[in-house]
């Protein structure tokens, strides 16, 4: 039987959010870009967007400015941001499991064989996430990417 579901599935809010983010870093210094751009990079609905365009505003990782000169425009903290800190700028914190978030026991834990395994995932998933910043991406969205590359040449057969 196949399941095409997870509860340990990032929000579609979040990865619009790292989406934005990286497109938003591809842009030169001090450039803006208004929603229906966004909206058309990114591939999400602009209502939708607007929404996450907010969260990250308040969490102070892009700017946003009303106006015919107005947009959204990145922020030094926003580029040089993780992805686990633009997941968590919209989705809070992230944990792999309940018995992990702090202040919170689980009255298994000390005897749960589980719970050093969700620890380990846990560890490993925040690692991965953190050290990817968008500052990072936006320079790997920018380069040309060899299956791109290969696909071009293909197609000039």
């Known amino acids: 039987m196949e399941k095409f579901s997870s509860s340990m599935q990032l929000t579609r809010a979040a990865d619009y959010a790292v989406r934005v983010m990286i497109h938003l870093a591809t842009l030169a210094d001090n450039e803006r870009a208004m929603l229906p751009a966004l909206a058309e990079a990114t591939g999400a609905p602009s209502s939708f967007l607007s929404k996450v365009l907010q969260a990250l505003t308040r969490a102070e990782l892009i700017s946003s400015r009303r106006g015919p000169l107005g947009g959204f425009e990145i922020l030094a903290r926003g580029r ?24 919170q026991s689980c009255n298994r834990k000390s005897w749960c064989p589980a719970h050093p395994v969700w620890v380990k995932a846990q560890r490993a998933m925040l690692d991965v996430l953190d050290g990817a910043t968008i500052a990072d991406l936006a320079i790997e969205a920018a380069a040309p990417s060899p299956y791109h590359l290969e696909l071009n040449s293909s197609m000039m057969d």
């Open 80 to 103: 040089q941001a993780s992805v686990r800190e633009v997941i968590e700028a919209i989705d809070g914190p992230i944990m792999l499991n309940v018995c992990l978030t702090h202040g």
